[in-house]
């Protein structure tokens, strides 16, 4: 069949809800969203819609929820779909409904954001170190994306939690619990370098119990304080996403994921409770699964 005739089997459907079934205008406009959605489904298949079978269907259906529609939207798309094909097979245009049964797949849970490498390389180049503030920044984004720390564990680091020459930090999470963190060279080679240089130029004189201090005062380096500081380099950097402390601390876990680190590991190095609460990050694995498998498998 014709791209043409498919489109008319479509208007004609669309026409049948309005004018038959009497459904309201926002419906049919929504219902027709979800068909032409379709119709390009099928077309990249070079298939009449009519021509889909019920494995074509399902790829659609996953490709529904894979392409962040909200499960109430999908669950509406699979409704329209079905009903478009019961259509068809009361009007003989089809000898069999391929959509019969065909239901919505559960949706992914709601994936943690992240940062790719390329991203984050940009990221880190963006602080100038010639100034005592860019070093200072440059040691916070570097410890950060070594160590996944939560921004509340990181700004409340003293400079004894640190242990340059051993390569691991000690930071007290939630429920008071004290955890023990590597640190890769790269990150501790910035704090000496922060500590060494840039730390007494911020201070000048002063004393204080933090880590990271604020260039005005020397007190305590803010929540509010980070968040913009990382805003403004990401900016910088180009990074179209929006960013902040835990989208750093996301891309440290799912990057040690990709690279074959073991669950349990990154649960420790994270201070999770439980287990569960860290097997969010194999689901942006496993969503990558569904993409390649979909885009490459000859019988999916």
């Known amino acids: 069949m014709r791209f043409e ?6 208007d004609t459907y669309l026409s049948y809800l309005r004018d038959v079934r009497r459904m ?3 419906t049919v406009m929504s219902y027709g969203r979800d068909l032409a959605a379709l119709a390009a489904f099928a077309a990249k298949k070079s298939h009449a819609v009519e021509a889909l079978d019920r494995r074509d269907l399902e790829a659609f259906a996953r490709q529904l929820v894979s392409s962040g529609l909200s499960p109430r939207s999908a669950a509406r798309a699979i409704a329209c779909v079905r009903g478009y094909y019961r259509f068809l097979l009361l009007e003989k245009r089809i000898g069999t409904d391929p959509a019969e049964d065909l239901r919505a797949p559960r949706a992914w849970p709601a994936l943690p954001k992240y940062l790719d490498l390329e991203e984050v390389d940009r990221l880190l180049a963006q602080p100038v170190t010639t100034s005592a503030r860019g070093m200072r920044d440059k040691a916070l984004i570097e410890l950060l994306y070594a160590t996944g720390l939560r921004v509340s564990e990181l700004l409340s680091l003293r400079p ?3 242990n340059l020459d051993g390569g691991y930090l000690t930071c007290i999470g939630k429920g008071d619990k004290q955890r023990i963190v590597p640190l890769g060279h790269t990150s501790a080679e910035w704090v ?5 240089e840039a730390r007494p130029q911020l201070l000048k004189s002063r ?5 990271f201090v604020n260039a005005k005062g020397g007190s305590q380096l803010s ?3 980070f968040w913009k500081i990382l805003k403004d ?3 910088r950097a180009g990074v179209s996403r929006e960013i902040s402390p835990h989208v750093l601390r996301h891309s440290f876990a799912t990057h040690l994921l990709e690279r074959g680190a073991d669950l349990r590991a990154i649960q420790m190095m ?6 569960s609460t860290t097997q969010i990050y194999t689901h942006v694995l496993e969503a990558r699964l569904r993409t390649v498998y979909d885009k490459f498998h000859p019988r999916k």
């Open 223 to 225: 929540r509010v304080g």
């Open 233 to 235: 380099y990401g900016i």
């Open 192 to 196: 000496r370098r922060y500590l060494a």
């Open 24 to 26: 309201s205008p926002n």
């Open 160 to 162: 004894g939690d640190i």
């Open 5 to 10: 005739a498919m489109a008319d089997t479509i």
């Open 270 to 275: 994270l201070g999770h409770a439980d287990l």
């Open 207 to 211: 004393k204080s119990a933090w880590l």
